[in-house]
């Protein structure tokens, strides 16, 4: 489903990303983890051509490069953004509807299914459609990134840390949420700083260092690799997953 | 105060309020969805009664070659995406087909001239904005300014500097609260207060609104929904040329118009807009009819000071934003 090929992305003289190879198939979730400023966002970011960047991206059969975000996430690839980047001084449903904004212009008018589904797996939403987005909670405004992107009906979602600056609880109910959306057969590439859910999760994972692949494989042989546990999942909170 | 004298002051400043305000909430418009400020459009505003008037004598307006001219460098800027240069070289041609329609028919000048300035502001912004997307504030007001003398130049050149006196939409007089007001002053108010509500209905309810007004408040998050930024700025200079040609349309017959007019007028409305923080649209409404007003009574009180009154409002609304932190700074 996506292919990407020799992706390299640079700020200035800075090198974020270098040479990265990366495939997901349909149906698959795949973890990329790594240490902070390791290239993860930078990689996410250049997959939606918020960043420019050199190397092939290939989606869905097709090229991506030359391709605009906003016919990419029309094309369903459709990304929760690190800073969730919601609309603060609009409504959880505005939000939402507006998340559907690339399917509304191609004529589909009811989006009342979708919105019923998003309120279904995230009920604070239901609770909270008439509230600004700004006022809610880090939590809610995650819940509602995550209900906006899939209003977009994403056929490959790309996840940037979804459990960043949540508490245990609130992270333990995001990722219920992912594993439910997984067995929906919802293709997700989740970029995790916490290894051990994000890698209880996925199908397959890679680990990214400096802008390099240093590791990759089944989700299940990554969680044994003694560098993987000394580096990614030893550190991190034993409650989370 | 003879309460005649300040009923017709008052109506007089209202009028000529709508007209500020009008411009005000488009300026504020385009500045929110692309940071651009944008200083031609007083020019913009003042080409619709020119061409108006030019149909009228019996001669097609430059305007209409102008307009059809830049659609057609659109067209061929955007010449490989799909069927776009297709449909802009077809407005095109339905410009200077509705130039001729309104030498045919002069009943139907009003709306030609609308629909003939209509297209200078969204394709201003293909050509002259859109390809420095994310460019300061700064470098998009050079732009304009620079723009701003280039159609001061154009409408010199089109119309020639003579004043023109267009006949009223509504003729005669009508009575308001037992004053006697022209029937085109209150057609004028009635019409921006309803543009002003559809507007309001147009960001508030529809989904394009939303995302236009989503594009202007988070540009990453509006991509990330799949909003496009630069259709959005086409949309808000397509909005606003619209607005500001309209209602040039409405308040000429009361005015008169002449291609000099325009500056003055943007100016105005710039004001306007400057007492809404650039920001707030209810906020601009209530900055044009507060220049309108205070200009009216200001042109019988100190009728040599009038200009210089209005523009002195920008100094205690410029040092009360300051404290209170301006828009423009917040956003850079
Ligand atoms: N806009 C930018 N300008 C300059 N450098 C940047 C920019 N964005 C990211 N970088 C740099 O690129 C590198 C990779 O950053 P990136 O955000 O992709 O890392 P990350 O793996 O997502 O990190 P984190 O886990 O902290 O989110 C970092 O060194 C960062 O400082
Ligand atoms: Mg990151």
């Known amino acids: 489903m996506l292919e990407v090929r020799g992706l390299e992305v640079r700020y200035h003289a800075a090198v974020a990303v270098d040479d990265l190879d990366l495939h997901v198939e349909e149906g698959e979730v795949v973890a990329l983890i790594g240490p902070n400023g390791a290239g993860k966002t930078s990689t996410l970011l250049a997959l939606l051509g918020l960043v420019a960047c050199r190397g092939e991206i290939r989606y869905q059969e097709r090229t991506l490069n030359g391709i605009e975000p906003e016919e990419r996430v029309a094309r369903g690839l459709v990304l929760v953004h690190e800073r969730r980047q919601l609309f603060g001084e609009m409504t959880v449903e505005e939000n939402l509807l507006l998340g559907a904004f690339a399917r509304y212009k191609r004529g589909e008018r009811h989006l009342e299914g979708d919105l019923e589904r998003v309120y279904a797996l995230f009920p604070r939403l239901a609770e909270r459609r008439c509230q600004l987005a700004a006022t809610m909670s880090g939590g809610e405004q995650q819940m509602l990134a995550i209900g906006r992107a899939l209003m977009a009906r994403p056929r490959l979602l790309l996840l940037d840390e979804p459990s960043l600056g949540l508490a245990p609880l609130i992270v333990k109910e995001i990722f219920g949420i992912l594993r439910r959306l997984k067995a929906e057969g919802t293709t997700i590439l989740l970029v995790e700083q916490n290894a051990r859910a994000a890698l209880e999760l996925a199908d397959r994972g890679y680990v990214l260092e400096a802008g390099r692949v240093v590791l990759q494989g089944p989700a299940a042989e990554l969680r044994e690799d003694p560098r993987v546990i000394e580096h990614y999942l030893g550190i991190h909170g034993e409650g989370s997953g | ?332």
């Open chain 2, 1 to 332: 105060m003879d309460p005649l004298i300040f009923g017709f002051l008052l109506s007089d400043g209202l009028i000529s309020g709508a007209l500020y305000a009008l411009v005000a909430l488009a300026l504020v418009l385009v500045f929110a969805v692309t940071r651009v400020i944008l200083i031609p459009m007083g020019e913009w505003v003042v080409f619709a009664p020119l061409t108006q008037a030019v149909l009228l004598e019996g001669r097609l307006p430059g305007t209409v070659w102008l307009s059809a001219g830049l659609l057609l460098v659109w067209a061929v800027l955007d010449r490989r995406r799909g069927r776009t240069p297709l449909l802009l070289a077809l407005a095109a041609a339905l410009v200077v087909a509705a130039g001729y329609l309104g030498l045919a028919v002069p009943a139907l000048a009003p709306l030609v001239a609308i629909l003939v300035v209509l297209p200078l502001g969204p394709a201003n912004f293909r050509l002259f904005f859109e390809p420095l997307p994310g460019a300061t504030v700064l470098v998009y007001l050079i732009l304009a300014v620079g723009l701003h003398f280039v159609y001061k130049g154009l409408g010199l050149a089109f119309f020639g500097p003579e004043q023109f006196g267009l006949p009223a939409l509504l003729p005669g007089e009508a009575s308001v609260f037992g004053l006697p007001v022209p029937r085109q002053g209150v057609l004028m108010v009635v019409a921006a207060g309803a543009l002003m509500a559809a507007l309001y209905l147009f960001f508030a309810r529809s989904l394009f609104g939303k995302a236009l007004r989503a594009a202007a408040v988070n540009r990453i998050g509006a991509r990330l929904s799949g909003i496009s930024v630069r259709e959005a700025g086409r949309v808000a200079f397509l909005l606003a040329t619209g607005i500001g040609a309209l209602a040039g349309v409405l308040v000429a017959p009361l005015s008169n118009a002449s291609y000099e007019m325009g500056f003055l007028l943007g100016l105005k409305g710039f004001v306007a807009a400057i007492v809404a923080g650039l920001s707030s649209y209810p906020l601009a409404v209530a900055g044009g009819v507060l220049v309108g007003v205070l200009e009216s009574f200001s042109s019988f009180f100190a009728s040599a000071y009038k200009e210089a009154i209005v523009f002195a409002l920008l100094l205690p609304v410029l040092a009360w934003r300051s404290v209170s932190s301006l828009a423009l700074e917040e956003e850079e």
